[in-house]
């Protein structure tokens, strides 16, 4: 069997790769301790590479290889039908051969391709002095099953695409062509920012799509279909394509069931309800359901979707450049789950709020739009925050640089790049 150097060695250089400080900050603050570390994330979004820094910069500190274990599940050299028994077995045998005195590193990627897996990992979690981190594809180590497998002995470490900052981070370490940040946005905007794509040869727009659509097909018949054993592969296509196009609108189970019946294909409201909990739990898909503020009451919430990645939402709609006020509420969206936020729509008895954003009990009111320029717009995009009455911050997210400052109400209006790339 060979050494984990040697199965390590096979993937990109660690030198070249671009850090992710927040995540690995992260995942220091939790090294040591005896809960299983599980990282997890919609699939190629950066988990196994976050993975291995992590493996590099415990190599260089604990100077004892024989006490770390490193296997990729889904790598060359690992039994085609590897079972619990097999993986308990190569781990009891690295353990044997570990030094005593130090802590003992377990590191599985792709765990999902070893049947009964989470019996071992439980296992290991009773084990004095093993430090354990597994990632897996989305489809079989979900948060909303982690509970059952592991009987709640985890840690889960959510990894997104790359933010706004973090895409100007990539783009500048890839040597790609300088631009401005106006135009860095409109690319990241999009193609989105799925990290893989930065170790491409060439960043074409047709290069660039079928690296797209190789994550899409893939999600959607790997961690979607076989996860959650969908038989009417069409009808999940389409069911896609339509809630990825028209992300931003809000509806109901049934406004989705009668559009799809418009184009031809007939389902049921309870259909559609398992194959959208599906896509959420893929982590493909963002749900965000409406919450009444300023005494309006929503019985029947209607929901917003949005995919977890620009890039991936405008492949729906053949990136015709259009909706940019949609693709730019996906973004905020986006960004703030990254940021930790519980996010609602705000729903009034007049209007609504683009989205409330609530964490540890802070609060704050957004509404985002493509300009402020015209006094109507203006007008338009402030007037729901007079119903608001409580005084936590309303902010205006704006993608031009007209109106910004704070108006006499106490709105904040910011630049939308600006308020991207801030600290948080």
């Not at 039908?81 to 045998?93: F, G, K, Q, Y």
Request: net charge negative; proline share 4%.
């Amino acid at each position: 069997m060979s050494s984990w150097l040697d199965i390590l060695g096979g993937f990109m250089r660690l030198k070249d790769t671009v850090h992710r400080p927040r995540y690995e900050r992260l995942l220091a603050e939790y090294r040591g301790s005896q809960d299983i570390k599980v990282i997890t994330g919609v699939r190629r979004c950066g988990k196994s590479t976050l993975l291995r820094l992590l493996l590099e910069q415990v190599s260089e500190e604990l100077g004892a290889p024989e006490n770390i274990f490193y296997r990729r599940m889904d790598g060359f050299g690992v039994p085609l039908d590897a079972d619990a028994a097999w993986l308990e077995s190569e781990i009891t045998s690295a353990l044997d051969a570990a030094d005593p005195s130090k802590p003992f590193y377990v590191f599985i990627d792709e765990i999902q391709d070893v049947r009964g897996w989470e019996k071992v990992v439980r296992r290991l979690h009773t084990h004095p002095n093993v430090d354990t981190y597994i990632t897996g594809s989305n489809a079989h180590v979900l948060s909303s099953d982690l509970s059952t497998l592991l009987g709640g002995r985890y840690v889960e470490i959510p990894v997104h695409p790359l933010s706004f900052s973090e895409y100007v981070e990539f783009h500048a370490a890839a040597g790609a062509e300088s631009l401005g940040m106006d135009a860095l946005f409109a690319e990241y905007l999009r193609y989105g920012g799925m990290p893989g794509q930065f170790g491409m040869v060439q960043r074409t727009e047709e290069q660039l799509t079928r690296f797209l659509e190789s994550i899409r097909d893939t999600i959607i018949l790997n961690d979607v279909a076989m996860h959650s054993k969908v038989s009417d592969m069409d009808l999940l296509s389409k069911l896609v394509r339509y809630v990825f196009a028209t992300s931003g609108c809000l509806y109901s189970t049934r406004s989705v069931v009668n559009a799809l019946a418009s184009s031809g294909r007939k389902t049921t409201i309870e259909t559609v309800d398992n194959y959208l909990a599906a896509l959420k739990s893929a982590f493909i898909l963002g749900e965000c359901e409406q919450a009444g503020i300023a005494g309006k009451q929503v019985l029947r919430p209607q929901r917003k979707f949005y995919p977890v990645d620009t890039g991936l939402r405008n492949l729906a709609t053949g990136f015709a450049p259009k909706d940019f006020g949609a693709q730019i509420e996906c973004v905020v969206y986006n960004e703030l789950i990254r940021r930790g936020y519980r996010v609602t729509v705000g729903s009034l008895l007049k209007g609504e709020i683009d989205f409330i954003a609530e964490k540890r009990g802070d609060r704050m009111y957004i509404q985002v739009t493509e300009t402020l320029v015209a006094p109507e717009t203006f007008d338009r995009e402030l007037a729901p925050f007079a119903l608001v009455r409580d005084s936590f911050p309303k902010v205006v997210l704006t993608a031009d640089r007209v109106r910004l400052g704070t108006t006499e109400q106490g709105v904040r209006i910011e630049n939308l790049i600006d308020w991207l790339l801030s600290t948080w």
